[in-house]
Every structure is written in C-alpha cells, then in structure tokens.
C-alpha cells in the first residue's frame, strides 16, 4: 500500500483501503528514530489498526501481525531483492521487527538478508551503464540520449546519473533505461546489456564488468591500437569478459577527438558509439538525431564548434572495433590495489573499500560510533588525475617558495637537507645547494608528488625564473606524467623518509622558508586549482600541529571532509589539526564553544597545578604557569616541561593528581581556528559570527571569499559584487558587496585583514601570523578564485593580482595592538588603484556573461562597481590617515552595585 | 547523613545541579527557562565553583541556535556543558542536537517545557516544544516536582557521562519551573559519588585535540551512511539499564528512589492513566483508592 496523505493521518481511510483478507502488515520507514519505539509511519499504522479494532471498527476480522522497518537512509539503494527480503521474513515463525534492509548490521543483527542476484526487471527493457569522469561530459551525452530515445522513438526511457563528491577528477556513472513498457525500476542498474567505460584507467581500478550481464556488449575507450587493447586489461577483467561471452568493442575515442579537432572532447563520439551498437534506433536515425542535439547543445558556440563534432560523429563508426576474445585470460597483471599495504589497517579494511566503489559492502561494525575518523588517510588514495606534472629545473631555480606556496593540493615541497643522507637518494633524485645564508651547506630539493597532482598548472604560472636561453622554460614546467610516474614515485617516497627540518631555525614570514614546514593538509578533493585550499594549507604548515577546525558545511568542508579520505594529516609527532563540521550556519559559536572548552580545561590544569606544586615542585609549577607561549620554541619548551610534570606525576594517585593528568596538554598553547565561505561569514552565520568576535575570546576566523555559494553551484551572497551574474542573480547583482572587514573592525578590538595570496603573498603569511599572535578575535577574508568565477582556473594568481590592483579588492590589516601604542591599528597594504576594473572583469565569465546578454545593464553595473571602489577607497584612506593617540590612564568605571532585591525581583519576571 | 533544606523553585534546582557539574553553560533568554541561565551566571560571577573546584564559564550567545552550536563545539573539545531553554529556543537547538546524538556526546540540557507558538504565542506550559525533538536522538527525562528536577538533574548527568546519549531533561514550564518548595538540596558529595573521576576521564579522552587529532562531522555518501546509522543502536537499547542503575545508585545515596515508569496506585487497579507528569493526578489516585477501600470495606 502506498501512503500519499500521511497528515492528517486518517485511521478511517487508512482502515478502509486494506484488504480484508491482511494478516500481517510490515511498514517501512525512510527514516531513523534512535531511541523511538518505532519510526513514525510504523506507529501511525500501529495506532490506526489497534484503534480500529478496539473501537470495533476495524473492518478485518482480526488485528493483523505488524512489523517495521527501515530502508534507504541517505539514498541507500532499495530494490526489489530487498522488497522480496522483507516479504520472506514475515514468512519466518519469529519475524525480526525494527529491523533494515539493504545493509549488513553485524552489530544489532538488525538486517535482512537479501539476495543481491535476484531481479524482477523486465527483460525487454534494456539496460546500459557508463562510466566516465565529471569533466569528461559522459553525463551530458548522456542525459542527450535519453531524451533521443524519449522523443524520436516509441520507447520508455529513463535516466539516473550518480556522481562521487570529489570536486576534482570525480567519476561519475550514468544509469540508462529503455523499452517498450513504462519503466518503473527506480533503483541503480546491476545487471547492464550494455557497460561503457569512458575511461581506460578505469579498468584497473573499477570492477566495471561485475555489472554486465552474460552475453552483454562492453564498450572501452582505449587510447591504444586495437591489437593492444586486450593485453593492457587485467586478469580480472579478462576473466570476467571471457566467463560472460561478452562482446567487447573498442575504440580509441581520445585519438578520433583528436583528429576532429575537438581536443579532449569525447562524449559526442561514445555517443555514437552506444547508438550504433545498441541499435536502439536504425543508424541513420541515430546520426540525424545526435547531429540535432549537437546543433541544440553547441549552436552557441558557433559553427566551427558544431561541424567540428559533426565530423567526430562520421568518422567514429569507422575506428570503432569488435574485439575478438581469446578463449583463456592471459594477461600478466592484476587491477590496481586501490591503497598500498603500506596503510594502516583501517584504511585497508574500510576507506580501500570505499575508493574500490564497494562501501556498500561495509558491514555497521566497520564503522565508528559515534563519527570520528582517523586523520591522514588522504595521501594513501593516489588518484592519477592528471596527465601531466610540473618537472624541476635545479639548474635555475631561485628556491624562493612560491610554487609550494599557492600549490592548492600540497603536491609540491620544498625540503633542508643534510648532505650526508643523499647517499641512498635514488638516481633521479634531485638535489641544489641550498641557497639560504646561513645554510650554504645543506642541500635544498623540490619534489612532487607524481600520482597526487592535478595538473593545475599554479606552481608553473607563479614561479618567477625564466630561462635565459630557452624560450618559455621555466624553472617548473608542465611534462607527461605516465613515463616519469615510476620514477618519481621512488623520489617522492624517498622525499618523505628524510626528516623534516627543525621548525625552530626556519623563519615563518617568509614565504621562503614558509616552503620546508609540513603541510598538514595534503591532496584534497578540491576542485582543480581551487583558490581557497592554498590558505587552509598555509594555516596548517604554521599552526597546525596546535590547531582545532571548526568548520562551516561549504567547499572547504567536503574537500576537508568527505569520505572516503581525510586531507588533515599529522606531522611525525602525531600532531595535527583535529577538525569538526557542525553545521553551515552555527560555525563561528561552534569554533568559541571549542575555545570555551580549552580556555576552561586550561584554567582547570592551572588550578590543579597550583594545588599539586608540593607535588610538582615550585619552580617547575611557576615556571609552566609563566611561561611565554607566542613562539615556535616557547611552545615546545612549554611540551618539554609538561612532559616533566607528566614525569612527576607518574605514581602520584591523588584525585587531583589524577584530574590534572586528564588535562594536562591544555597546558600548551592551542589554536581555534574557524573556517568557511562567504555565504556561511556573510550570510547564513553572521549573526553568529558578529557575536562570536564581539565576544573577545581568542579564536582565528579564516573566510574564503569565493563571493558566491560555492559548493551549492554558484549562488548569490552578500558577498557576491555588483554587477556579477550568479545563480538566483541571474540579472547581475544589483546590490554592491558587503563590507564585512569594515563591520568587524568597527569593534575596535578584533584583529581583521584582507589578503589575496596571488597578489602578496608575505601579506598573506604576516596577516595569519599576526592574527594567530592576537590574543582576541581575527578575521581574515581570503579572496579565492574558484570554478564559479568562469575563466581557466590556471589564471587564478593573475586575477588575484588584478582584483587588488583596481582596487576590487584592497588588502589591509587592522590591527588592535598598534592602537594601544597610539598608532592607527588601519594598515592599507594595496596600492592606490589605477588600473580600471574592466580589465579584471573582462576575463572572468561571471562579468562578461552580461555584457553579452545585456550589454546596457553591464556597462550601468560596471560604472557603479567602479564608483564603489573609489567610494571605498576614499573612506580607507581616510580611515588609515586617522591619528591616534596613545589613551590616557584612566581608572575603571565602578562596576554598578547588583542589588539582591532587584536580582531576586527579576527572576520572577516573565518576558 | 544530613542535607540542607533549601525552599527554591524547578529552575533554581535544575540551574544548582547543572551549575555544579558542568564546566561550559552556554545560555539565552526564553521563559520560563531563563532564570536557570541566570542563576548559572550570578554563581559564576561571584565565583561559585563546581564539584571540581572550577568555576564554571557561563556565555551568554546570540540565539538559541548559537548556544547549540557553542555547546557542540564545547562538547567536542572536552568540556562538560550544558544549556538551559523551552519553546522556539529549543526548536532553534534542533539541528545541533541531531549531531550532538549523532556523535554519541555526553550532555544534559534542561528544559522548562513551554508552548511552542502556532496562531499565537504562549509563553505557558505545555510539551509541544519536548515532543518536536522527539526525532533527535537524545534521550527524554521529565521530572514532576522541585525535588525531581534537582534529583533527575544529577541523575541525567550521572547517566549520560556512562551511557553517551545526551539527555533532554524536561519538566513543565511554570508549573515547575517557577514552583517554590522545599527541597532536600544535593551535597557535592552526592555529586561526586554520582559522577566517578574515571567516566569523566574518558570524556576527555573521547574530545577532539591536535595532540591524537581526529576528524568529525564527515560528509557520508549512500555507501556508508545508513551502516554508520546503525552503529548507535546498542547505545539506545543498553540506555534503560544504565538509566535505572543510576537511579538505584541515587537512591542508595538519598533514599528517594526513581524509576524509569513510575505506577502509582492499586496493585489490582483495573483502570490505568498514563502520562508525563503526576501530581495532582496522584491526588485524585489516592483519593480514589481510598474511597474504594472504604466502600469494599
Ligand atoms: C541550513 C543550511 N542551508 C543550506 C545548506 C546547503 N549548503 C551547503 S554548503 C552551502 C554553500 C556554502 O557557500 P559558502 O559559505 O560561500 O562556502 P563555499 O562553498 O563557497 O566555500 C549551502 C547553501 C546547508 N548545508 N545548511
Ligand atoms: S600542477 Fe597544481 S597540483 Fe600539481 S604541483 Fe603544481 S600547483 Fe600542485
Ligand atoms: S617558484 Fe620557481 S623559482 Fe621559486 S622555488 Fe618554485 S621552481 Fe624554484
Ligand atoms: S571553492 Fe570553488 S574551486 Fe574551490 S573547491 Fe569550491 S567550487 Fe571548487
């Protein structure tokens, strides 16, 4: 029975739309109630039938047997195996109540089984599966498919599109249906006509063929002549082939695209590909009808864009090959492990699981209680995404930092080493003499790592040296990846096994030597060349290791956060940053609650090491409570004299003795630090964040400020400017940008700064040190580049560069510690600007958008943006012009005498 | 042993346990729940410490929604802490407390049930505020008089520090909240004998730290999320025993024994009531019982 009116729940109806004839009733619900004694709809049926039959008014003869259950919890797949399942187990005598289904609970026994064989799909509907990448347009085809199959034939068809949430190199796989009978199967395809593998390195990493029917058509882009094909599959997928007498066709999809002149373009030729061996529609139809969503799709683009994957789609046929299968499996390799036995064992028994797209199999005891994750599991996911990495060029390079600095994946590092431990370097491992003064004779390296890149090309575009004699070679340059992986994986490993130089002789403002510290946030899913993770990883190289994130939901807490992997990892001592998602909108107050909690376990170790200094021995118990901790070496000399109490702890059973030990590591300096976006700073969190820097505690506010709702597409903030096209502002916004570092500073007593990497990074580097050493609240608004902007995030530095030089964005520190010295606390770190806003708006698509739709309101929006700029300036200017004088002494005011009748008085109030 | 009488109302009874065994109070204003808030905040300002010898950091934030969040995050890093609200301040608390429940964090939050507004505001009592968190997770404890606030109070904290799921306590606004009575008041050592050093340790232990950093409040996709749900269930289905050994454990200490459904009446009672709270109801229960005897006598 299908429920469609759940409120008001009517037990009359409810009672009359049963059969008579019910003697069991099983109710499942979408949904989990910890702790109910059933999920709702359970207890509505419950209350309904046992209501009907006391009242008599029941029109079965008897009150049937019900039980509930539970099913597709966060769109976990429900499928008619499991709806057999569920059937079966009221057949049992002792039928499970509040159970699943669609997992395995190895811990509550909780769970159905199923078998994930079983299948009531209609055979004339034929079913196809493609696997593809985000970015290589398999869903768009696809999506284009389905509506030629709905429209041009007498066909049923459906389409269901799953993505993984990487932002960068995300696979996706496409579920299409069609036939002559309406299709009611909703629910992901296992037993797939047809499998397309959009992608050959798929097949080492993806059990594709597990999904294809016996006798079902496998279609493989393979970047290779035809004859090489079937050696390059591994065993498995031979096997699998050869086992289900599929009939495998090939082609070399990247070549054809290629040949068209269509670059890495490859949807439009496997398209075809699908229609000519599915046979769906005869081919000519086929053609006709993919050449007139290609006139739809590209039309805009102009002709040349259209003709050109016209011509893809004529010559695809031609290069597409049936595979002939030997009768044995022959090949010499295995698919890829997805994680080296080098992980530990969780990453191996679960994430591995999770990279392999075999979560589902997971049983609950796989998983923690209550949500907590170890860090550092990211570095063990080599994903290969790009086809090309920068290369070293030792000979000139300046050492200067800058390429490891705006790296937004933490692939590239600089590393301090002592001659002596290059003995077993590997050959191609490369070296330069260290071009620091006061360590001429270390040797200095830059190293990437190979299968860790995505080809975003920062690094290169930064980096400053240009070769005197070569045109165009620079001291990086992008190369091949696939003939240097082998190689550069052994110096990368062989990089991470030399020690970590001592922070405390390195220099953290400067970028150069910014470079050789630790990044504790490494290989993100980030979108390639993302604007925001450059910060989060020069936050960690500096603090990380004392840091506690609390994170708004956004970009940065899906590439911080999302499963599988976890890009916070831990430095050789196991420190790290701890990080924590609660919600979008409550950031700022969770970031305070976790400075209250360390403020408040602090003081407590305070007290106990007060009440404990017989214990502990005087000078020790001064010497930790006096101690300075706004250095490198104060804290590790505040870690060394804990380590001591420890020491003189041990065999101390005191209840305070033992109180003490449980908070002890409060002792040393931590650091909160409060991340998100825009839409989270501006909008959704700002009341929360007003009050939080109003507050006064010390907790480091970092806004990434991609001006619009980044990880939702693209929306509208307060922070998006004037003028800007963005979703739900499809018009441009009418509205200029909000000040949000002017409102901040307007407390007089929060630390802010406005900072763009790509235009000053020692800004960038003196704004977080500086906000980190301001024992109040910091804000830090971070302009970062972002897909949603529109242009070739390998330009992102550039537009940094020209977003500060018009004067979009001006960068400043204001900083409350120079206002007790008399000095105006406003810094303007930009100069006055004089280049005109167009050239920073002309390249990015979120500007030029309007000025082809609407030229008229573009060029209004543009005067006015420019008047905002000087407008804003002008009000700066004269900000940071401003004299101070140093405040006279003056005593306190005397705090107002609480009076208990008044006190008393009002806790009868009622407001 | 002997424990002072004080005459003091629900709210000063809830606000003296929570004040006592906590370290964080994040705090907003709603009737009838306010004064609770307020009372954390006078003891700390005059530097009442709790059964630890600390005193405890009030902060009063800038929505109910806020206070949730800066208890999460207190929660997080380690700290005891606690809340105090009704009404659309609870409804605000509503998605931090998912995740609260979800990450299986020790915490009592008090609860001066109120009216939730519809065709108009009421700042009176009832439980439709406590009935829209039914879905959260967190386990629900009423208490029905001063005495009960102040008993279930501690009783709650006791529970929640060994069983993981936090513990809406609820009482009704007004009736309760602002009812004066004399109360037996709880020593800090019942307290303590309630609240063992080692459960409180291995809070700590469980808190989030740079020192053996952990990551939570992860993004799930369909493959795991559903499993990972499940994985709290023997939390809730061991919840009742651990509830009713700490009200055994409480009784041994004060002599008032509380159960998880208290009957109250004939053992032959042919007719039963069911309901949150019993005062008066257990008036007229008495009464009718003993009009029953007279008449069977
Ligand atoms: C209460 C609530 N509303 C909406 C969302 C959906 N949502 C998740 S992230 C996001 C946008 C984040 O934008 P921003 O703060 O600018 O960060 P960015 O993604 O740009 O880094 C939205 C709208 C949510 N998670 N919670
Ligand atoms: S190409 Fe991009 S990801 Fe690769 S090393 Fe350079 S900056 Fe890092
Ligand atoms: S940016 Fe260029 S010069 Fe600077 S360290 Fe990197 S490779 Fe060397
Ligand atoms: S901020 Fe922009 S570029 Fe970075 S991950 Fe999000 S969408 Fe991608």
New interface residues.
Partial sequence: MKIRLFRPWSVEHFLAALPVSVKQIVVLDR??????AGE?LYADVLTALTEGYLAGKSPLPALPMVTGGRY??????FTPAMVKAVFDELAKPNAKNSF?V????D??F?SLDYDPKFSTEDDHTHRALFFGLGADGTVGANKNSIKIIGEDTDFYAQGYFVY??KKSGAMTTSHLRFGPKPIRSSYLISDAHFVACHQFPFVEKIDMISSLRQGGTFLLNAPMPKEQVWDNLPIEVQRQLIEKQAKVYVIDAYGVAREAGMGVRINTIMQTCFFAISGVLPKDEAIAAIKKAIEKTYGKRGRIVVEKNFEAVDTALAHLNLLELPAEATSTFSMRRSVPLAAPDFVQDVTAR?IE????L??????????????GTAQWEKRNISLEIPVWDESICIQCGKCVLVCPHAVIRGKLIHPSLLENAPPAFKTADAKWKDYKDLKYSLQVAPEDCTGCTLCVEVCPVKSKTEVKHKALNMAPQPPIREQENRNWDYFLSLPEFDRNKLNPKLVKDIQILQPLFEFSGACTGCGETPYVKLLTQLF?????I??ATGCS??YG???PT?P?T?NAA??????????F?????????????????H??AK?LLE?LKDLIGEELVADTLAAPQSTEAEIQAQRVRVEQIRERLTGANS?LA??L???I?HL?K?SVWILGGDGWAYDIGY??L??VIA?GRNVNILVMDTEVYSNTGGQCSKATPRGAVAKFAAGGKPTGKKDLGLMAMDYGTVYVAQIAMGANDSQTVKAFLEAEAYDGPSVIIAYSHCIAHGYDMSHGLDQQKLAVETGYWPMYRYNPMLAEDGKNPLQLDSRDPKTPLRQFTQNETRFTMLMRSNPEAAEAFLKGAQKDIEDRWKLYKHLASMEYGVPAEEPPPEPTPSNPAE?AA???E?? | MTRPKVTIDGNEAAAYVAHRTN??I?IY?I??S??MG?WAD?WSAKGIPNI???V??V?E???E???????????????L?TTFTASQGLLLMI??MF?I?????STVMHVSARTVAAHALS?FGDHSDVMAC??T???MLCSSSVQGVMDLALISQATTIEA??PILHFFDGFRTS?EVAKVEQLTVDDMRAMLP?ES??QL??????????????????????????????????N?PAILQAQMDKFAALTGRQYHLFDYHGAPDAERALVMMNRYFAEEYVDYATARARKLAS
């Fill in positions: 949904t989990k109630e910890p702790g109910a709702p597709g919890l966060s769109s976990k797949e699943t669609g997992i395995q609970d811990v509550t909780t993984d949430s999770m797209g075999k979560g589902d997971l049983p609950v005891s796989a998983f923690p209680d209550d949500g907590s994750y170890p860090t990380g290791d004392r840091a506690l609390a994170n807490s899906i956060g999302n499963l976890t916070y831990t196991g420190r790290g940053p701890t990080w924590s998602n609660s919600l909108e409550d950031n700022a107050e969770f970031g305070l609650g976790m400075r209250l909690a360390i403020d408040k376990q003081q407590y007290e009440r209840p033992r109180d030990k449980a908070v590591e040393v931590k009341g929360g007003d009050h507050s006190v009002r806790k009868n009622v407001q | 370290e964080v994040a204003p009737t009838p306010s004064n307020e006078e630890w010898g600390s405890p950091d902060i934030m800038q929505s929604g806020g206070a949730a969040g800066a208890l999460h995050g207190a929660l997080q890093a380690g700290a802490g998605p931090n995740k429940a979800g990450e299986l964090t700042i039914r879905s997770g967190w386990a993981r799921v602002h050093e409180i340790h700590r232990r469980r808190a989030m730290t740079p020192d053996k950093p952990i990551l939570r409040g992860t993004a799930q996709n369909p493959d795991v999320f559903f499993q990972s749900r499940e994985r709290v269930n023997p939390f809730y289905s919840f």
